[in-house]
């Protein structure tokens, strides 16, 4: 079967940078998208790198700091975190699938497989 397999969590300082990755085996993806969730929150849409050609969405929160690339050779996704704010604190879930509609990527049911995910932890 597939796997997403993140690393590169850990914490950081307020205002300051992380970057996040995810490699999958056993299959390849064209759309690959990060979200995240905080304790007692859904897991909501953080980025997503869509189909073959890479158009990168943001959700509004995280727009302008985080940057999404896709590496299709390797099969991996990374998340480039910057001037992280507290509210970035959460556990990092790296998301993959095939054949997604655009109106699908911020929804967590579109996509097939999921790591185990990865905490953020942002200090003030």
């Known amino acids: 079967q597939a796997q997403l397999e993140e690393s590169g969590g850990g914490s950081v300082q307020a205002g300051g940078s992380l970057s996040l990755s995810c490699a999958a085996s056993g299959r390849t993806f064209s759309t690959m998208a990060w979200f995240r969730q905080a304790p007692g929150k859904e897991r909501e849409f953080v980025a997503a790198a869509f189909r073959s050609g890479g158009h990168t969405y943001y959700a509004d929160s995280v727009k302008g700091r985080f940057t999404i690339s896709k590496d299709r050779a390797r099969n991996t996704v990374s998340l480039q975190m910057s001037s992280v704010q507290p509210e970035d604190t959460a556990v990092y879930y790296c998301?993959?699938?095939?054949?997604?509609?655009?109106?699908?990527?911020?929804?967590?049911?579109?996509?097939?497989?999921w790591g185990q995910g990865t905490q953020v932890t942002v200090s003030s």
């Open positions: 998301a993959a699938g095939n054949r997604l509609i655009l109106s699908q990527i911020y929804n967590r049911a579109a996509y097939d497989y």
